[in-house]
C-alpha cells in the first residue's frame, strides 16, 4: 500500500517520476504528490487529492525543472486522503522532503517529542513526524542528511520505506527500508552518466535499467549523482550492495490494448499458466519437477503436517490446496488466515512446513505469519509472484508463479497461477512421500497440461457473459454456492463480485445453505452454483433443488453437454470436462468474467475500485 519512487541522475526526474507513479498506481490511489529540487534550488512539493492523473492537471503551470526528484501514491492510513496529508511531506526548515509507505506505530511519542522542541506537524499522518525527526537529529547532532536519517530510524517502530531529498544537497538521495518494499534501479542515462530510479517494486525501474539492488530490512542506502551508492544497516554496520539483474516484458505493464488491466490479466490466464508450468512439468514423460521440494526432499517426506498462511485470493488457492494434498500426500494441511495466525499464539512445531501463499510477496500479516512461524523453528515455503518480494526473501524455499505482473487490484492470472503451483506442490510432495503411483502421476500431469487449452475453450465459449452481466446489474445481493473443490471457487466468485461491482455476496459450501443462509432466498435472489459433473455432483443438484423450490434465480457453471443442471437453472455457463480436482483452474473463470462485466455495466472502476490497493503493507 502507497507506491514510492525517486530519481537522481542527469535526466529530467518530473516525467520518470509520473510514470513511475502510473506504474505503483496499483498501491494506492487516493492522493499523490511529488517534490522536486528545481534547477533554480528550489524545493517544490505538488500535491492532489485523488489519482495520480489528479496530480498531473495540478503541476500543469508549476515548476517541474529538476533532476532529483521523488514521489508517491497514497493509501491512507493515518489521516484522510487529502492535500495536507497527502505525501512528501516538508521538514520544519522545508530544506527535505520524505515519502514513506508504511506506518510508523508509535508517531505520536514522536509527535510529542519533537513538540517539545518546537518542531510542528502540520498534518495528521504518521509520515511527517519522520522528515521532522530527521531534521531535528541533523540539527542536534549537526551530521549528515545520511546519518541523520540512521538516528532517527533507530527511534522508529514500525514498517517503512523511504525516500528523503535535501534541497541543501541536490547530489544526494537517501532511502531506507524495513518491512515495506524498496528497489533500487542502478542505471545510466542517455548520455552514459550514472542514475538511480528507486521504487517500491521494479515497475518504474524496468525501462530505464535491469540492474537492481533490494534493500533488505534495516538497511539505508546513500544514493549519490556520481553513482555512488553507500548502504548501512540500522547498527552502523556496511553492506555491500548486491546488484542483480531482473527480466520485466515492459509490455507486461500495458493495458495492450484491453480497456482494463483486469480483462487482458483474465484473457492471459491460458498462457501464464503456460510459463507457470514451464520446466516444471514435464510434457513427454508426464512427470513433475518442483526444484523447491527436490533440494528438500527430506524436509517434506518427514513434515508432520503443512500450515498454508494467506490473505484473500490467495486464502481461496490455499483452501482448494488443503483439498488436492490431503487426498495424495495423506499429510493434515491446515488453511489459516495470517492476520488470525500470527496473534493467536499457534501451535507450530519444528517439523511442521508453513506455506507463504501471496501475490504480491509483500502482504504484511502474510509476512508476520511466517516469522512467527520462523521463531518456532518451521520450514519456510513461498509461493509469490512479484520476484525479489519480502515473502520469498524470509522463507527457507520456494516457487515463484511465472504468471508475470498481476496490476488489477482483482486477482486472476495469480489465482489460477497459485492453484497450479500447488497442485504441483503437491504432486512433488507425494512422489518424495511416495504416496502416489507412477501411473496416478502420470495420468494426473497429462491432464493439468491439458488445462491451458482448456481455459482457452472456456474463455472463447462464454462470449454472452457481457450482456448476460448487463442484466444482472439490479442485483443488491448475490450467493455463490460449490461443494469440495469448488467450494473455494464459490468464495472467490463472490470475492471478485463484491471487490470490484460493490454488490454484496457470499460464497458457502451448498450443503451450509439449510443451515441458515437459505433464509435469505426470494425471488430476487441471484444463486451461483458451480454444479460440474464431478464430486457431488448428485448432491449439488439436490442443494439446486432446494433453492428452486424458494424462488432463488439459478445460474450454474456446469460441465460441458450437461443437460441435467441446465433444465433447473436459469442460466449455465459451460466449462470443457476435466478432472474434478482440477475444475477450478476452469470453473473460476467465467465467475472472473462475470464479475469483470458486471463492474463495467455498473460504471465501476474495475482496475482501482474503492478503498482497495493491490497489496496490503499495513495489518
Ligand atoms: O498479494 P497477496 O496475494 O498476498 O494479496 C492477498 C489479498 O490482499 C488479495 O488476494 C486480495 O484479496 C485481492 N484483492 C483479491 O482479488
Not at 105 to 129: A, G, M, P
Not at 302 to 316: D, E, L, Y
Not at 431 to 440: N, P
Amino acid at each position: 500500500m502507497c507506491g514510492i519512487v525517486g530519481y537522481i541522475g542527469d535526466r529530467k526526474a518530473y516525467p520518470i517520476l509520473m510514470k513511475g507513479l502510473y506504474r505503483l498506481e496499483y498501491r494506492g490511489y487516493d492522493s499523490a504528490g511529488i517534490a522536486l529540487v528545481n534547477d533554480n534550488g528550489n524545493l517544490s512539493v505538488y500535491k492532489a487529492k485523488g489519482k495520480v492523473s489528479a496530480l498531473e492537471a495540478t503541476v500543469q503551470d508549476k515548476d517541474i525543472s529538476g533532476t532529483v526528484g521523488i514521489a508517491h501514491t497514497r493509501w491512507a492510513t493515518h489521516g484522510e486522503p487529502n492535500v495536507v496529508n497527502a505525501h512528501p511531506h516538508y521538514s520544519k526548515s522545508r530544506n527535505l522532503a520524505l515519502v514513506h509507505n508504511g506506518i510508523i506505530e508509535n508517531f505520536k511519542i514522536l509527535r510529542s517529542q519533537l513538540e517539545k522542541n518546537d518542531f510542528h506537524c502540520i498534518s495528521e499522518t504518521d509520515t511527517e513526524v519522520l522528515v521532522q525527526f530527521i531534521e531535528y537529529m541533523q540539527d542536534i547532532h549537526k551530521c549528515s542528511l545520511f546519518k541523520a536519517v540512521q538516528l532517527a530510524l533507530k527511534n522508529v517502530t514500525g514498517a517503512y520505506a523511504i525516500a528523503v531529498i535535501d534541497k541543501q544537497n541536490p547530489d544526494q538521495m537517501v532511502v531506507a527500508r524495513k518491512g515495506s518494499p524498496l528497489v533500487i534501479g542502478v542505471g545510466k542515462s542517455e548520455n552514459g552518466n550514472p542514475e538511480f530510479i528507486v521504487g517500491s517494486d521494479a515497475t518504474p525501474i524496468v525501462e530505464f535499467t535491469q540492474e537492481v539492488i533490494y534493500l533488505n530490512d534495516e538497511e539505508i542506502a546513500y544514493l549519490d549523482r556520481s553513482g555512488k551508492i553507500d548502504i548501512i544497516t540500522l547498527s552502523n554496520v556496511k553492506q555491500t550492495p548486491q546488484v542483480q539483474q531482473i527480466s520485466i516484458d515492459i509490455n507486461e505493464l500495458e493495458k495492450g490494448g484491453y480497456p482494463h488491466f483486469m480483462l487482458k490479466e483474465i484473457y492471459e490466464q491460458p498462457d501464464a499458466i503456460l510459463n507457470c508450468i514451464r520446466g516444471r512439468l514435464d510434457t513427454e514423460n508426464k512427470d513433475v519437477f518442483l526444484s523447491g521440494v527436490i533440494d528438500n526432499k527430506n524436509v517434506f517426506k518427514n513434515a508432520r503436517r503443512i500450515i498454508i498462511c494467506a490473505c484473500g485470493t490467495s486464502w481461496h488457492s490455499a483452501l482448494i490446496a488443503k483439498y488436492f494434498i490431503e487426498e495424495l500426500c495423506k499429510i493434515p494441511v491446515e488453511v489459516e488466515y495470517a492476520s488470525e495466525f500470527r496473534y493467536r499464539n499457534p501451535v507450530v512445531f519444528p517439523e511442521d512446513v508453513v506455506i507463504a501463499v501471496s501475490q504480491s510477496g509483500e502482504t504484511a500479516d502474510t509476512l508476520a505469519a511466517i516469522q512467527l512461524a520462523k521463531s518456532k523453528g518451521a520450514f519456510l515455503y513461498g509461493i509469490c509472484n512479484v520476484i525479489g518480494s519480502s515473502i520469498p526473501r524470509a522463507t527457507d524455499s520456494g516457487t515463484y508463479l511465472h504468471v508475470g505482473p498481476e496490476i488489477g487490484v482483482a486477482s486472476t492470472k495469480a489465482f489460477t497461477g497459485q492453484v497450479i503451483t500447488l497442485m504441483m506442490l503437491g504432486l512433488s510432495i507425494a512422489k518424495v512421500k511416495k504416496t502416489i503411483t507412477d501411473e496416478k502421476l502420470h495420468f494426473l500431469v497429462g491432464e493439468l497440461i491439458n488445462i491451458p487449452d482448456k481455459m482457452r475453450w472456456t474463455l472463447e465459449h462464454n462470449k454472452s457473459i457481457p450482456e448476460f452481466a448487463q442484466m444482472f446489474t439490479y442485483a443488491r445481493n448475490c450467493i455463490f454456492l460449490g461443494r469440495g473443490y469448488n467450494y473455494p471457487v464459490a468464495l472467490e466468485g463472490a470475492l471478485k463480485l463484491k471487490e470490484i461491482s460493490y454488490i454484496h455476496a457470499e460464497g458457502y459450501p451448498a450443503a451450509e445453505m439449510k443451515h441458515g443462509p437459505i433464509a435469505l432466498i426470494d425471488e430476487e435472489m441471484p444463486v451461483f452454483f458451480i454444479a460440474p459433473k464431478h464430486g457431488m455432483y448428485d448432491k449439488v443438484i439436490s442443494n439446486i433443488q432446494e433453492i428452486k423450490s424458494r424462488n432463488g434465480r439459478i445460474v450454474s457453471i456446469v460441465t460441458e453437454g450437461d443437460t441435467v443442471v441446465g433444465n433447473i437453472s436459469d442460466r449455465i455457463f459451460s466449462i470443457p470436462d476435466t478432472l474434478d480436482c482440477f475444475v477450478p483452474l476452469l470453473s473460476v473463470l467465467p465467475l472472473q468474467l462475470l464479475s469483470y462485466y458486471v463492474a463495467c455495466a455498473k460504471g465501476r472502476n474495475v482496475d482501482q475500485p474503492r478503498n482497495l490497493a493491490k497489496s496490503v503493507t499495513v495489518e
